[in-house]
Nanobody, 127 residues
Framework: QVQLIESGGRLVQAGGSLRLSCAAS????????VGWFRQAPGKEREFVAA????????YYADSVKGRFTIARDNAKNTASLQMNSLKPEDTAVYYC????????????????????WGQGTQVTVSS
């Protein structure tokens, strides 16, 4: 049974930092690309960041570029999202997702290409 469990979300003031973690079980994370998505109230789920199987390729939404950093530790079957300089508009439920791929450098920003999703963790940024 595949499980992705996100953690690290909480209330933080604008300008602060958070580190979200995604712990995977029931799969070998090194065979999956990882993505982070978020969904704010009343809005559609949107892409935040993605990282390839190897970790050598990353891609970010323009809205978070330069502030967020995605990483992975295949040995620990975990991924993370370091979020700095947080803004109120970053408030959302953040989801970790994985996509099986044979290509070690492949990344995707399309939610439809991801196979498994976590339950989400709430990030609230106060002004």
């Amino acid at each position: 049974q595949v499980q992705l469990i996100e953690s690290g979300g909480r209330l933080v003031q604008a300008g602060g930092s958070l580190r979200l973690s995604c712990a995977a079980s029931g799969l070998t994370l090194s065979t999956y690309g990882v993505g982070w998505f978020r969904q704010a109230p009343g809005k559609e789920r949107e892409f935040v960041a993605a990282i390839s199987r190897s970790g050598s390729n990353t891609y970010y939404a323009d809205s978070v570029k330069g502030r967020f950093t995605i990483a992975r530790d295949n040995a620990k079957n975990t991924a993370s999202l370091q979020m700095n300089s947080l803004k109120p508009e970053d408030t959302a439920v953040y989801y970790c997702a994985v996509r099986r791929t044979v290509y070690s450098l492949s990344i995707s920003r399309s939610a439809g290409e991801y196979d498994y999703w976590g339950q989400g963790t709430q990030v609230t940024v106060s002004s």
